[in-house]
């Protein structure tokens, strides 16, 4: 059986008819679906272009293909395709196929939709709140409160309609957005780190606080969702006491001049590096293992993958208190969003005692073990199959039938 996935991510088509990201998920993403369905029809926007960017990764290729949706940005670029955007996603699942949807999404919802019209069974992961996504100075729409009463309650009604629905958390989308009484309901995270993603040992902080202290973020700069302009603002706060301190972000989108000219502004350009996208793996870990703290002052998220990554190299953070981050870090190491003042002093506390660090390292190294390959693979496999099983009957019956819930 095919198994036919949505996705918001945006990908690259050269003339060879290859796909390609500069992000995650990419090809070894999507071949976890190949150990319960026979191949994965991955539904994306595509761009076409003459060649893909400079450390690009293939998404298509063995077991997985790309169904491309006309490529958009933004509202008003969806509002004038959306007609064919609708068309075209309606068209990228056969009746016999399984579908899953990764939701919040506009192209999730143009699918949930043509199934339900067909009496046709689905399932969802949930892998962010948009709710959160529409808050207060998140988005700057003029339509942000309407786009947040109506997005909340489309993911509702999506998960109240699947046959089996998967949460990237423990317990805050679940409450948020629950799924039918007779649904099969799964918490597992879209993050799987490999062995090699994990350092051996927690940091040893015996020698006292450097003068030169590194901290360092990861995450789009499409939006300011990830806060980073919150971040930036804390950093002439931080140099009062720590002279030495500078910023590393890694990550690309257009909302990076308007960072750098804030930098200047504030004064701190000189502490603040832009390095772009650092591809996942070995690049990215020795990053991480370069700097003293991570910080993550989100304004919504839903797990994030960042954190955990930075989590399993044994580096201490500081996050918002938003979306699944307090599943990750304790109450002391959170602040509220958009809160320089807040997040300083955090950071500060932080950074001025090395036995909180030394506890945060090895915390967080433990609390990133959750998230390996091992632990997470059975639990992903149980979902998919039960994705598949609902197909399968009602392919056999006509009919749909909801699974019973899992004990």
Same mark, same amino acid.
């Given at each position: 059986?095919?198994?036919?996935?949505?996705?918001?991510?945006?990908?690259?088509?050269?003339?060879?008819?290859?796909?390609?990201?500069?992000?995650?998920?990419?090809?070894?993403?999507? +071949?976890?679906?190949?150990?319960?369905?026979?191949?994965?029809?991955?539904?994306?926007?595509?761009?076409?272009?003459?060649? #893909?960017?400079?450390?690009?990764?293939?998404?298509?290729?063995?077991?997985?293909?790309?169904?491309?949706?006309?490529?958009?940005?933004?509202?008003?670029?969806?509002?004038?395709?959306?007609?064919?955007?609708?068309?075209?996603?309606?068209?990228?699942?056969?009746?016999?196929?399984?579908?899953?949807?990764?939701?919040?999404?506009?192209?999730?919802?143009?699918?949930?939709?043509?199934?339900?019209?067909?009496? *046709?069974?689905?399932?969802?992961?949930?892998?962010?709140?948009?709710?959160?996504?529409?808050?207060?100075?998140?988005?700057?729409?003029? #339509?942000?409160?309407?786009?947040?009463?109506?997005?909340?309650?489309?993911?509702?009604?999506?998960?109240?309609?699947?046959?089996?629905?998967?949460?990237?958390?423990?317990?805050? *989308?679940? #409450?948020?957005?629950?799924?039918?009484?007779?649904? +099969?309901?799964? &918490?597992?995270?879209?993050?799987?780190?490999?062995?090699?993603?994990?350092?051996?040992?927690?940091?040893?902080?015996?020698?006292?606080?450097?003068?030169?202290?590194?901290?360092?973020?990861?995450?789009?700069?499409?939006?300011?969702?990830?806060?980073?302009?919150?971040?930036?603002?804390? *950093?002439?706060?931080?140099?009062?006491?720590?002279?030495?301190?500078?910023?590393?972000?890694?990550?690309?989108?257009?909302?990076?001049?308007?960072?750098?000219?804030?930098?200047?502004?504030?004064?701190?350009?000189?502490?603040?590096?832009?390095?772009?996208?650092?591809?996942?793996?070995?690049?990215?870990?020795?990053?991480?293992?370069?700097?003293?703290?991570?910080?993550?002052?989100?304004?919504?998220?839903?797990?994030?993958?960042?954190?955990?990554?930075?989590?399993?190299?044994?580096?201490?953070?500081?996050?918002?208190?938003?979306?699944?981050?307090?599943?990750?870090?304790? &109450?002391?190491?959170?602040?509220?969003?958009?809160?320089?003042?807040?997040?300083?002093?955090?950071?500060?506390?932080?950074?001025?005692?090395?036995?909180?660090? &030394?506890?945060?390292?090895?915390?967080?190294?433990?609390?990133?073990?959750?998230?390996?390959?091992?632990?997470?693979?059975?639990?992903?496999?149980?979902?998919?199959?039960?994705?598949?099983?609902?197909?399968?009957?009602?392919? &056999?019956?006509?009919?749909?039938? *909801?699974?019973?819930?899992?004990?």
């Amino acid at each position: 059986m095919r198994v036919v996935v949505t996705h918001e991510s945006r990908y690259i088509r050269t003339p060879d008819g290859r796909v390609w990201t500069q992000h995650q998920p990419d090809y070894p993403i999507w +071949r976890r679906y190949l150990t319960v369905f026979a191949s994965v029809r991955v539904v994306a926007r595509v761009l076409d272009r003459p060649e #893909a960017p400079v450390g690009s990764l293939r998404v298509d290729g063995d077991g997985v293909s790309v169904w491309p949706v006309p490529y958009y940005v933004g509202p008003w670029q969806y509002l004038r395709e959306r007609a064919l955007v609708a068309r075209v996603v309606a068209d990228s699942a056969d009746p016999d196929d399984a579908v899953i949807l990764s939701a919040p999404s506009i192209l999730a919802s143009h699918l949930a939709g043509a199934r339900r019209r067909q009496g *046709l069974p689905y399932g969802v992961q949930v892998v962010g709140d948009p709710y959160d996504v529409f808050a207060p100075g998140v988005v700057r729409h003029p #339509a942000r409160p309407l786009l947040r009463r109506l997005y909340r309650a489309r993911l509702r009604g999506e998960c109240g309609g699947a046959v089996g629905v998967s949460y990237v958390t423990r317990s805050y *989308l679940q #409450a948020r957005y629950p799924a039918a009484d007779a649904t +099969r309901m799964t &918490a597992v995270s879209d993050i799987e780190l490999p062995e090699a993603a994990f350092v051996p040992h927690p940091r040893r902080y015996d020698e006292p606080s450097p003068a030169q202290v590194t901290l360092v973020s990861v995450g789009s700069l499409e939006q300011l969702y990830k806060g980073i302009d919150t971040l930036v603002e804390a *950093l002439p706060r931080l140099a009062v006491d720590h002279p030495g301190i500078r910023l590393v972000h890694a990550g690309t989108g257009r909302m990076r001049d308007r960072l750098v000219r804030l930098a200047a502004d504030l004064g701190v350009a000189d502490r603040v590096s832009f390095p772009g996208w650092v591809r996942p793996g070995p690049p990215l870990q020795a990053l991480l293992d370069r700097a003293d703290l991570f910080v993550m002052p989100s304004r919504t998220e839903g797990l994030p993958r960042a954190l955990v990554e930075a989590m399993a190299r044994a580096l201490p953070a500081v996050g918002a208190r938003v979306g699944g981050i307090p599943e990750l870090l304790p &109450a002391d190491d959170l602040v509220p969003p958009d809160d320089p003042g807040a997040l300083a002093t955090a950071i500060h506390r932080m950074l001025a005692d090395r036995v909180r660090m &030394a506890d945060a390292s090895a915390r967080n190294l433990a609390r990133a073990g959750e998230y390996s390959r091992t632990v997470l693979a059975g639990r992903r496999e149980h979902f998919y199959r039960d994705v598949r099983e609902a197909t399968a009957r009602h392919a &056999a019956t006509g009919v749909r039938q *909801l699974s019973a819930p899992r004990s």
